[in-house]
């Protein structure tokens, strides 16, 4: 294919593909980053074979957008509520987009109305992230989704609900900090070993709900006279929580979990059961026990040294 055919193919696909990649680093400097990048990686391969030249585009600056992600956590870099600051001043003074174009000025306004949005995003994981902007604002199935972020389809799936669920939430720009997740989770942890109903009511919302797979009840119930939690598919209500978790979580240890922060029981160092917590407002509104070995296999698993 000529060079200048490849060229005017790739413009055509450029406005939605800034869409789709601010949507995810919420950074129309990033975003720009991220389409140039999927352009110099379509000028190197064989575009003849590709038959989907949007959906392909698509695919490709999404694992970039999820590269970046995952390089901007490590870093820490400054949170999308600053970069959303830029945006809407830029909006005011011609900073930012190149206000030329009709199709860019469309893209500006569109974001800016997004920004509280953007915020929210900035709390996720990035493999969240990535799933909740493809399915929830790009219609792409979880079946295209999990090969970008390296997932079953069914994995992805739950990638995306537990994003929605936050997005949903509406988290506190605080709560994007992993420390005070850390600090809220090792409070639930400590107030748990020490048998404290009172504190475990103090870090946990009043209508808090407790998931577990199948795999954590069974384990659970096969566990009782051990001291295991009795663990149902669903708990709710932070009495009904901080009553299953009282004396116990003794074998519990913080961790990073998908970037986010999380507890995990591993005997021997692996992973046995993953605990995630949804926070908001300084509470846990939202915990999900995992025991299947096979979902684990496909998280990322930090554990703390502390």
């Known amino acids: 294919m000529a060079d200048k055919e490849l060229a005017e193919r790739f413009e055509a696909h450029r406005d939605h593909l800034r869409r789709v990649a601010h949507r995810m680093l919420g950074s129309v400097g990033e975003a720009d980053d991220a389409v140039q990048?999927?352009?110099?990686?379509?000028?190197?391969?064989?575009?003849?074979a590709v038959d989907n030249l949007g959906g392909w585009?698509?695919?490709?600056?999404?694992?970039?957008?999820?590269?970046?992600?995952?390089?901007?956590k490590s870093r820490r870099e400054e949170p999308a509520e600053r970069q959303a600051g830029d945006l809407i001043a830029?909006?005011?003074?011609?900073?930012?987009?190149?206000?030329?174009?009709?199709?860019e000025r469309e893209l500006l306004l569109a974001d800016a109305v997004g920004v509280a949005l953007l915020v929210v995003l900035e709390t996720l994981a990035p493999a969240e992230r990535v799933a909740f902007v493809l399915?929830?604002?790009f219609d792409l199935s979880f079946d295209d989704i999990a090969p970008i972020v390296g997932r079953s389809?069914?994995?992805?799936?739950?990638l995306a609900s537990r994003a929605r669920r936050r997005v949903q939430l509406g988290k506190a720009a605080s709560d994007a900090d992993v420390s005070h997740q850390q600090a809220l989770v090792g409070a639930f942890l400590a107030a748990s070993r020490q048998g404290d109903f009172q504190a475990l009511l103090a870090v946990l919302d009043p209508d808090v709900v407790l998931h577990a797979d199948?795999?954590?009840?069974?384990?659970?119930?096969?566990?009782?006279s051990s001291g295991a939690p009795p663990f149902a598919p669903e708990i709710r209500g932070a009495v009904a929580v901080a009553e299953t978790f009282r004396g116990r979580a003794r074998g519990a240890r913080q961790a990073?979990?998908?970037?986010?922060?999380?507890?995990?029981?591993a005997p021997g160092g692996v992973p046995r059961a993953v605990f995630g917590f949804v926070i908001a407002g300084g509470?846990?509104?939202?915990?999900?026990?995992?025991?299947?070995?096979?979902?684990i296999a496909e998280m990322e698993v930090r554990i703390s040294r502390a």
């Open 135 to 137: 399915h929830d604002m």
């Open 90 to 103: 830029g909006a005011g003074n011609g900073a930012g987009i190149d206000q030329g174009s009709e199709p």
């Open 283 to 295: 509470k846990i509104v939202e915990m999900d026990v995992i025991a299947d070995s096979a979902r």
């Open 37 to 48: 990048e999927a352009w110099l990686r379509l000028s190197r391969s064989d575009s003849g």
């Open 57 to 72: 585009l698509t695919t490709v600056v999404a694992r970039v957008c999820l590269d970046m992600l995952r390089t901007r």
């Open 256 to 265: 990073l979990v998908d970037g986010a922060a999380g507890a995990v029981w």
């Open 153 to 158: 389809p069914v994995a992805t799936r739950q």
């Open 214 to 224: 199948s795999v954590a009840v069974a384990a659970a119930a096969a566990n009782q």
